[in-house]
Structures are given as C-alpha cells and as structure tokens.
C-alpha cells in the first residue's frame, strides 16, 4: 500500500534544504511509528519520494512525498501521529493513499505548481510585505501576451536560452501578491524567480542583477488529468 | 510565530542557515519569565562538530529538567558569518530563545582540545562579553569551563571566572543553587565567586597566585583567597546506573559529524596506557548497568527517529556485558532499518562475527591501534597488544572475507629510536604477508593495509607528563624515516602510508602543559586573526608564530625540556584521584619498558580507590 502525505513548510523552516527535509522526515517516520517499507538488500532503506524539491528561502502550503507501508495505517492516525513529533514550521495536512502503480507517483506525475509571489519592503523580513504596484499588475496580462519569452536558464551542467512563455501556464497579480501558474516536475520546470527576472525586464525595470525583495510561496503541486488535459492538485489523485 | 537574531538576508546568504536557527526536534523551549536561572551552554566549535557532542547533551538534558533553569545551546558561527556579525554589530546568540548571550546569568564552555582556545575568545568577543575574566562586570555572564583540557586550565585562567573540574552530573546542582541564593541575598559577582570556591570541585583562577624561579619553573601557586581550597578534587559519578541520560537528544536538521544515538556504556578504563591522558583522568573503570542501557537505547532510538546507534567508551571490549548488550541491540532493531554501528573493539572471533552481522564486510575495514611500531615501544607505551596478537587478529579478520586494515601509530614518543620508526613499516608488512599466506583462490583480491602515524603530545596527569617534545622539523624527519622503511619492504604495493601535520602538534603540546604565562600567546593569536585553528583551511601558522614573537614567550621552554620530577607542575593543584607518586612509578617502569598489568588483573595502587568506586570497589577474580 502506497500513501501520499500532502505537508506544509512555514516560518524558519524555509531556511532547511530539500535533503535535509528528506533526513527530517525519515527521522519523522520512527518517531511517528508510521509503518513505513524498507528496500531489500543489506544496507535497507526507507520507500519514499518526494514529489518536487522546495528550494530555501521558500515557503509551501502544498509540499508532497509518497511512502510505501507495510502495514495499512488509517487516514487520521497517521496525520496525528505524525503532527505530534514535528516541529514549528512543518504540518502535515492529508494522507491519503494512492495507487501502487510506480507511473502515478508524485515525482512522476507532478505537472504544475502554483506560486505566490509576494513584494517585500527589504529582504530582511520575508513578513513584511507591500503592495504591488498597479503597473505590475496591468501589465501581467500584456506580458502573457508575449509569443515568446527568452531567458537565460541554468542547468546542472550548463546554461542555455530557452523560451520560457509555453511554462507560464497564467499569471496575474493583485495588491497582495503576484499569482504565477508554471510548468514543474521532472520534465519541464520552471522557477518562480526567473519568471519574475523576465516579467522586469519586460516592463523596463533595470535591477543590476539585483532583484527586488520578493518572497515566494508555493500554493500547490498539480498533475496533468490524461483525458481532460486540466490540472488537478496532487492531493486529489488518491484512490 | 518564532523570532530569529539574523534576518533573512543575512541566513539567505550564509552557508548552512540550519546551523543558527535552532527549532529542532527535542530542543527545549521555556518562558524566560518563569525560570531563575539562564544558562547559556557552548562548545566552541561549528555547529555540526558541537552538536556531536554528547557532553552537552547530558547537561542540557540535566539543567532543563530543573524548572528554575533554562539551558540553551550556542555554537562558533562559521567564518562567514562571524564576519557579518562583526560588519553589523550583531552580538553573539543562543539557538533556543535567540536572545543575546551576554544577558544570560551564566555562559559555560565545553574545551574538549586545545586547538579550539581561540574560539573561545571568539565566542567572548562576538559575545561583547569582556575577554579578560578581571574586566567583567556585575552584568555579564559567569563564564565556566569544563571538560578534559580543565584539568590544566592554567594557559586559560585569565579567561575564565571558574573552572568546573570533572564530571558535570555532581555539583552543578549546588553551583546553581548558591547563584540563587547569592542573588537573593544582593551579592556581587565577586560574592558568587567565592561561594562557588567553597564547593568542591569548583576552581576559581583568580584566587590564586603563582611565583616563578628564575629558570621559569614554578616556584609556587597558592591561594589568595581565604574561601579558596589548596587542591581542587575532580568529581565523578559513582553510581553510573542511576544518573542523569538524556531519553530525547536534540536531532539537528543538518548532518552533523556524530548524526546518531550515542550509547556511553562506561567510563574510564583498565588498560593503563601511559600517554593516554582519559585513561588517567576518567579513572576508576565505571560501567553502566546493562539493563539501563536497554533502556535508553529504545528510548532514545524513539525519541530521536535516528537511524543509527554507537557505542561509546574507552576501551569498549572491556565492557562486561558487551556481548548481551550487542546482540540485544542487533535482534532487537536491525530489523528496523537501523545501523549498529561499533567503536573500536578488541579484534577476536566475538567481534568479527558482530562485525559480519552489523556491516558490509567487503566495504568495510578494520582497524587496529597498535600505537607503536616495535614491541619494546608498546612496552615503553604499556599497550599490553602483541605482535602475535595483532596478526593473529588480522589473520582471523582476512579469514573472514575483509581485506583492507587501518593501522595507527604514533612517532615521537619518549625514547623512541630510529629502530622503533622503522618498525612501523615492518609491522604493517607482516600484516600483509599474513594475507598473502591465504591462498590464492580463497582471498579478495589484494589486501590495503593503510597505516597513519600522528605525533605524540604528552599530557598532564599521564606518566609522560615530564617529557619532552621535539621540533617541528625533527618530527618531520620521523616521518620520512617511517616513509623510507615504507618503500623498502616486500608488500609495498598493498602499503599506504600517511602522517599528521606537525605544526598543530606543536602548538597543542605548548597549551596541553602550559601554565598562566602561556595564555597571553592565544589572546595574541587572536588578535592577529587566528581562529578556527583545528581547521586545517584555516590555521595559520605563520601567525602564531608571530604571536610568539610579540608575546616573548618561548617555545622551548613547554616543549623542548624534560620536566624533572621534583618540578611543580601549573596543574599540580588539581587531585584526580591518581597519584603523582603513581605517575613517577609509570615513568620509572616505562625507562625500563616493563609492563603493568590493568586492572582486571591486578591493582597497580594508582590512588583512584579512594573515590571508593568502579573497579576500585568490585571483587577482583
């Protein structure tokens, strides 16, 4: 049986890494007693995926990683069990369980990501927000209006120009935060910050490769439906 | 929500901002409002080295179960941060509540070796906590140290109100109690200092006074304070079993060195090694009751989520019940997914067949410590290890599938010859020949018998603590003898050979026996940027040598000279239960290379038994 636990990342914890999640949430599963799979072999390890890395300085209402059990563990059980050994900062919210099938994991099956970016007064406080300015927002649709989007993007090994327009799925903005919709997963990614790199130099704002103080806030991870072609959220794939 | 010291641009642009956040599982959080006492606990190192620490683990497990106390933990931050810190003024943190240390009543350091005593500075002057002990006034911190470099605590004495000597699980109680009380009663810092002074164990440097001959040597140190004690005792737990363990260690969120359970199954040991300084301080042999380990070890494998478990002590085969602990610990979770991982054990069919069970055998490889080369020096040594043994362990490790041995030793040790040297390559040669008589089609391929020789440091309260070092350029030529007889033996291609730096030995042999004057050179170092300095990124020698010369202080002098046994020593003053006439004994039998036996066997009279514990007190078979 295969679980996919949906958990939130908030507060100083956007300061911990991706692998360091990993290690966190193996720790969280002994102490959990979750009865989580282990590989075969002589050094086992835990089965477990997750479906997207967070980079640092980010936060997420919508973080996923799949588990295989080795024993059925009930929907409510598992989320308290797992909430009372976490930490301020980390929330599990959903568990739910999913097909064995290795094609829907949240690694293979991630599609989509919903941001929102917010605009902050300086960099030293993510919580400090202001308003985005009315020409941003105005421009949103216009800058969607673009046949194409070149940018310079890095890769592990290299860096290309690539037209980044068909991974920005929609965006638009209101005084709060900018709302971005892109391409993620293990195909075509796209991060929020080289979006709004294009989306200033689009509207003429010179930043000296110093980019205005924004905080970036991942609403959500989605998967492409086969049939329909609609973007469904990841916590919604359950059987 | 939680509030941080460094803002977000400042963590967004450090390494590893895990390191200065604290939130971690098991760290103990407390209204500030509702606790007496402010406890300020740091191992002057980076996070990852001070979080591996199982000291502090134990104390600030102890202090926070006291509802009066709040300990919390401060570490060095790593250079890029200490240069951001000093740029904006930022004063020095602790993880938990993320309040400025100097507000703390009390700031007590770990000073576990001597290549961290300008981190320490650090810690004070990121702090804004006065350097010199003298100038503090009624609002900063207490700061204590604690740990094996106390036991001569003189080259630091100007930088410390008190010195805790020995075990942390005796009298801090009492030292925490008499605060409240001195406060209560409107005393001043000076007050506190000598309340402190009148508990045992509690050194205070700045009642005491010290005169010098002409030579240099001590001519005398003695107490100027009626409160304080002629010799300061160590303190120890006797009862082992039932004291203070953590059940839920904090689990860092970043891989530190030691990133597991750690099991402490005894303290102190028999063996008796004469350069080994824990093998004296630590004594007598304390074990832990095998069922109390059993406990924690699920306790805290629980608590932690961790997916490994080690045993720590000195001398671990030495443990009586080692064998039901080991085989409790691997039925009872390997299973689980969780790792056994062993400390350094006695080479014998038990051990192998542990090994076998607990690890990947073409992986891994064995290490023996034979310490020296020649069997006359590990007589000199008293390390009680054969050459028959050794390669009778080999053999039987070879026998049993692995293939590559670790081997490590030490040059410089006291009448040491060239012979001796070379002996170091020889005994690794005649561990390969062992292999190569296996054969051919029973063996894995070829063996790698790597060996790696460090320099010796002789240590106070050790039978070598009279003698003499060597320069800097002589232990590099002890190296190369050892590389020579390397190159000519018969196996050298299943030989590796590494040796240690020389220059951190040095520095480590002038603090590890200095006394008051030598402390000025650290400050001098310090101020020269010197920091880091078991980092070999970062030490500079070229500096301290600089802070030498500034300073007039003499290297020679700690290191080049034989001690004559009538020489008052800086640490003379302190009483670990082994007595100085015991060490002469030591250093009389070592001339001679004659063997003592440990103390399973037969009592040596060391003058540990008066603690009236351990091994001490145990019937002998």
Redesign the interface.
């Given at each position: 049986m295969k679980a996919r636990i949906k958990f939130r990342k908030y507060g100083v914890m956007k300061f911990i890494g991706h692998l360091d999640v990993m290690r966190y949430f193996q720790k969280v599963m002994r102490r959990a007693e979750i009865p989580i799979a282990f590989t075969g072999g002589c050094s086992p390890h835990m089965i477990m995926s997750f479906a997207q890395p967070l980079g640092v300085g980010l936060t997420s209402d919508g973080e996923y990683l799949d588990i295989e059990l080795s024993s059925p563990v009930s929907r409510e059980k598992a989320i308290k069990q797992m909430n009372q050994v976490m930490v301020e900062g980390m929330e599990v919210t959903d568990f739910t369980e999913i097909s064995d099938d290795k094609k829907s994991s949240g690694m293979t099956i991630t599609a989509a990501a919903s941001y929102k970016v917010f605009l902050l007064a300086s960099g030293e406080n993510s919580d400090n927000r202001i308003h985005i300015p009315v020409k941003w927002r105005e421009s949103c649709p216009h800058f969607l209006e673009e046949k194409e989007i070149f940018m310079w993007k890095k890769t592990k090994k290299s860096e290309k120009e690539v037209d980044i327009r068909p991974l920005i799925y929609d965006m638009r903005a209101d005084e709060e935060s900018i709302f971005l919709f892109l391409a993620a997963g293990s195909g075509q990614n796209l991060k929020p910050d080289l979006v709004m790199r294009a989306f200033l130099s689009y509207m003429g704002i010179d930043f000296h490769e110093k980019m205005p103080p924004f905080h970036y806030h991942r609403i959500d991870l989605y998967a492409e439906e086969k049939n329909t072609k609609a973007f469904i959220s990841l916590s919604d794939t359950g059987v | 929500?939680?509030k941080?010291a460094l803002?977000?641009?400042?963590?967004?642009n450090i390494e590893k901002?895990?390191r200065y956040?604290?939130?971690?599982?098991n760290s103990v959080m407390k209204d500030p409002e509702k606790v007496d006492i402010r406890f300020a606990m740091c191992f002057p190192d980076v996070y990852e080295i001070g979080m591996s620490h199982l000291g502090i683990q134990i104390l600030y497990d102890m202090f926070n179960r006291r509802q009066d106390v709040w300990c919390e933990r401060v570490y060095s931050p790593w250079i890029d941060l200490d240069k951001v810190m000093r740029e904006k003024q930022i004063p020095l943190f602790a993880l938990e509540s993320q309040d400025p240390i100097k507000e703390f009543d009390f700031l007590g350091i770990t000073i576990q070796y001597e290549m961290c005593y300008t981190n320490i500075l650090q810690i004070l002057d990121l702090s804004g906590i006065p350097i010199m002990a003298a100038d503090r006034s009624e609002n900063d911190p207490i700061v204590i140290g604690g740990g094996p470099c106390t036991y001569n605590p003189e080259p630091l004495a100007d930088y410390f109100d008190l010195f805790y000597i020995g075990e942390g699980e005796t009298v801090y109680g009492e030292l925490l109690d008499a605060f409240k009380l001195c406060r209560k009663q409107g005393g001043s810092r000076r007050d506190y200092l000598e309340m402190a002074a009148g508990i045992e164990g509690i050194y205070v440097p700045s009642f005491y006074e010290v005169s010098y001959h002409e030579d240099g040597t001590i001519e005398d140190f003695y107490p100027v304070n009626p409160h304080a004690a002629e010799t300061i005792k160590k303190q120890l737990v006797l009862d082992v079993s039932n004291t203070y363990y953590p059940e839920a260690p904090v689990?860092p969120?970043?891989?530190v060195t030691q990133d597991r359970v750690v099991l402490e199954i005894q303290r102190g040991c028999i063996r008796g090694c004469r350069f080994c300084q824990a093998g004296m301080l630590y004594r007598p042999l304390r074990e832990r009751n095998v069922k109390m380990l059993k406990h924690y070890a699920s306790q805290m494998?629980?608590?932690?989520?961790?997916?490994e478990i080690s045993l720590s002590s000195l001398s671990s085969s030495d443990y009586s019940s080692l064998k039901e602990l080991v085989t409790f610990l691997i039925e009872e979770f390997k299973g689980k997914?969780i790792?056994i991982s062993l400390p350094s054990l006695r080479i014998d069919a038990f051990s192998l067949d542990v090994m076998e069970k607990v690890q990947?055998v073409r992986k891994s490889s064995l290490t023996f410590a034979p310490e020296a080369g020649s069997q006359r020096m590990r007589d000199v040594i008293n390390k009680g290890l054969t050459e028959d043994e050794i390669l009778a362990g080999a053999g039987e490790a070879f026998e049993g599938g692995w293939n590559k041995v670790k081997l490590y030793f030490m040059l410089g040790l006291p009448y040491e010859t060239k012979e001796d040297r070379r002996a170091v390559a020889e005994l690794a040669d005649k561990v390969a020949r062992r292999y190569y008589e296996i054969p051919k089609e029973q063996r894995n391929g070829k063996c790698q018998i790597t060996s790696s020789t460090s320099f010796f440091i002789p240590k106070p309260f050790t039978p070598f603590q009279w003698a003499r070092m060597y320069t800097n350029e002589e232990y590099i030529s002890y190296a190369a003898d050892v590389k020579h007889a390397f190159q000519e033996q018969l196996n050298k291609k299943s030989l590796k050979y590494h040796w240690h730096d020389a220059e951190v030995t040095v520095l480590e042999g002038i603090f590890a026996r200095g006394d008051r004057r030598s402390g000025a050179v650290i400050l001098e170092a310090y101020r020269l940027g010197c920091i880091y300095d078991s980092w070999s990124d970062y030490f500079d020698y070229e500096k301290w040598l600089q802070a030498f010369k500034n300073t007039g202080i003499d290297m020679a002098f700690y290191n080049l000279r034989e001690r004559s046994l009538d020489e008052r020593l800086p640490w003379d003053f302190i009483d670990i239960g082994v007595s100085k006439e015991f060490l002469k004994r030591e250093w009389e039998r070592a001339k001679k290379a004659e063997i003592t036996p440990n103390c399973k066997r037969k009592c040596a009279g060391c003058g540990a038994g008066k603690w009236k514990g351990g091994i001490c007190i145990e019937s002998k078979n």
């Open positions: - | 929500m939680r941080l803002n977000d641009e400042i963590l967004l901002p895990a956040i604290g939130n971690e599982v689990v969120f970043i891989k494998l629980k608590n932690t989520g961790h997916e997914g790792n990947d």
